[in-house]
């Protein structure tokens, strides 16, 4: 079925606000993107959302990768590998439906563990569980970012900013590789990610400018709002 341009403008709007969000804190861009795509362009998902983590980590990645911490980066990669795996497993034995409630239900999850859950101390270990949570989700819901924006939260911006993007940078190939192998990265959505690069890098130009002048503490709690009340229409939209 070829998409509407309501359907079309939505994505393009959230794509473009996600991706400031995502360009002046260093993640959310998905908690944005993914809930307008599942009630906008279902059959979209997750290859779209998970496209589209290429060029926004990558125009990130140019601006500050002085900064990455390459010691939590190599282990958060480590663990993306077995998460990837899990999460391309969800979404080729799900139904359509169980897919929706699930993207669903992990935006909701992330956005209760941004409010509610204690500062996480970085150890090895948790490097590497972070990244296997960020591997699943970030590949069967095109959400990867929360998982490494907790263990990350008490860290300078450039820091978060910076490694997050080589997180999603080179998680995100592997988990297209992976969807690809098993068949569940059509040409539709990679034509759709395609067209949706433009505001990819409108939004993320206007997020860098941000850097300086934003104040997260109005814009967190509004983001994890908007995501948390979409989550909830996605879920129900998902019972049959």
């Known amino acids: 079925m070829e998409p509407t341009a ?3 403008a939505a994505a393009v709007a959230a794509t473009t606000i996600g991706a400031t969000i995502q360009g002046s804190i260093g993640f959310g861009m ?3 993107v993914v809930p307008a795509l599942a009630l906008a362009l279902p059959d979209s998902l997750p290859a779209t959302a998970v496209l589209l983590g290429i060029p926004m980590s990558l125009a990130m990645l140019v601006h500050e990768h002085h900064a990455v911490d390459r010691r939590g980066l190599t282990w958060i990669l480590v663990g993306r590998v077995p998460g990837t795996l899990l999460g391309t497993w969800v979404v080729v034995t799900v139904s359509v439906d169980t897919l929706k409630a699930f993207i669903g239900a992990s935006v909701l999850l992330a956005v209760v563990a941004s409010v509610v859950a204690p500062p996480v101390r970085r150890t090895r270990r948790a490097e590497l569980l972070a990244g296997v949570a960020s591997g699943t989700t970030g590949t069967a819901a095109g959400i990867g970012g929360p998982p490494l924006a907790l263990l990350y939260q008490h860290e300078p911006g450039p820091t978060i900013r910076s490694t997050l993007a080589a ?3 080179f ?3 592997l988990s297209t590789a992976v969807l690809a192998a098993a068949g569940e ?3 539709a959505d990679v034509a759709l990610a395609a ?6 890098a409108v939004g993320s130009r206007l997020g860098r400018r941000a850097h300086g ?3 997260r503490a109005w814009l967190r709690p509004a983001v994890l709002t908007f995501a948390a009340v979409s989550a909830v229409v996605v879920i129900v939209d998902a019972i049959p």
């Open 213 to 215: 002048v934003l104040d």
């Open 171 to 173: 998680g995100t190939i």
């Open 6 to 8: 309501a359907a079309v």
């Open 185 to 187: 990265v059509p040409a």
């Open 195 to 200: 067209g949706l690069v433009p505001a990819v």
């Open 30 to 32: 998905n908690l944005v």
């Open 167 to 169: 997180a999603f940078f």
